[in-house]
């Protein structure tokens, strides 16, 4: 059974960095892809960034250059450093996983919170001004 379990999440005002830990397991199948997701009340779930077992990320284009998605397999966590965070940036933030997909699945901009089998309890990061 896949297990996904979130941490780092905080507060921090207008252009501070926080760094999101995702601790990863039960995942048996070497092709698998690992997203960040966020949901702000009132709005969709928005996928943030997604990293791919065999290597590759993809951004969203409202953090692309500001969020940095990474996976330290030793430790098999999945990272999401989000710098220069804006008050819009508030929500709370999920990892989720696919297994048995490829690189091109993962990056698919078609690609929304639903084709995610895999869910942690999230984490609430609030930017203030």
């Known amino acids: 059974q896949v297990h996904l379990v979130e941490s780092g999440g905080g507060s921090v005002q207008a252009g501070g960095s926080l760094r999101l830990s995702c601790s990863v397991s039960?995942?048996?199948?070497?092709?698998?892809?690992l997203g960040w997701f966020r949901q702000a009340p009132g709005k969709e779930r928005e996928r943030v960034a997604s990293?791919?077992?065999?290597?590759?990320?993809r951004d969203a284009d409202s953090t692309r250059g500001r969020f940095t998605i990474s996976q330290d397999n030793a430790k098999n966590t999945l990272y999401l450093q989000m710098n220069s965070l804006k008050p819009e940036d508030t929500a709370m933030y999920y990892c989720a996983a696919r297994t048995d997909v490829s690189g091109a699945w993962c990056f698919s901009p078609l690609r929304g919170g639903g084709d995610f089998g895999y869910w942690g309890q999230g984490t609430q990061v609030t930017v203030s001004s």
């Open positions: 990293i791919h077992s065999f290597g590759g990320t």
């Open positions: 039960g995942i048996t199948n070497s092709r698998y892809c």
